[in-house]
DNA sequence: GCCAACGTTGGC
DNA sequence: GCCAACGTTGGC
């Protein structure tokens, strides 16, 4: 049995956002082009894995709500098509440069956290999205920041 | 809208 | 292999 792990995963509401994930119940993290976010979802992520779902470029930013990944990772295949704003010529088919995984709707949080109560909560100093300049968009987060965010909020589905 | 931080690209 | 230029992210 592996082990569960903790993710962070942001997304620009305006693009796709948590009340979208909610009316789909389940979407693939398609558009990701950061190699060390792929490197996450490529070797790390399981299904069952739990992900909080952050809004940026939002008002407020911050963590909107829960999700879990249900399929592992598989080709995304947005680069390999030339009218998808996130196409990458210099992916091959063949050995895809980019990967994705799906992810499946929890719940969501009767009001957001905002970041800047994620910044003021004891235990969460370290939690990288919080930190200045971070561009990460899939990011680990450890089992105790995870229980921490969790007891911030009221959860509904 | 601004711009700091950061990742990527490409000339050398 | 270095690093300046560039484009993007994303908080403010």
Request: glycine share 8%.
């Amino acid at each position: 049995m592996p082990t569960q792990r903790y993710w962070l995963m942001k997304s620009e509401p305006n693009v796709y956002s948590i009340a979208d994930l909610q009316r789909d119940s389940r979407t693939c993290w398609d558009g990701v082009r950061n190699y060390q976010a792929r490197n996450f979802m490529r070797d790390d992520m399981q299904v069952g894995d739990g992900v909080l779902f952050y809004h940026s470029n939002a008002k407020p930013m911050g963590i909107y709500g829960l999700a879990e990944v249900v399929r592992e990772s598989y080709p995304d295949h947005t680069a390999f098509d030339t009218s998808d704003p996130h196409y990458d010529p210099k992916s091959d088919p063949a050995d895809p440069t980019w990967m994705m995984v799906d992810v499946g709707y929890v719940g969501m949080f009767k009001e957001p956290l905002p970041l800047i109560t994620l910044k003021q909560t004891p235990g969460l100093e370290h939690m990288l999205v919080i930190q200045r300049g971070s561009r990460l968009s899939v990011q680990p987060v450890t089992p105790d920041e995870w229980q921490i965010v969790l007891g911030l909020g009221e959860l509904t589905t």
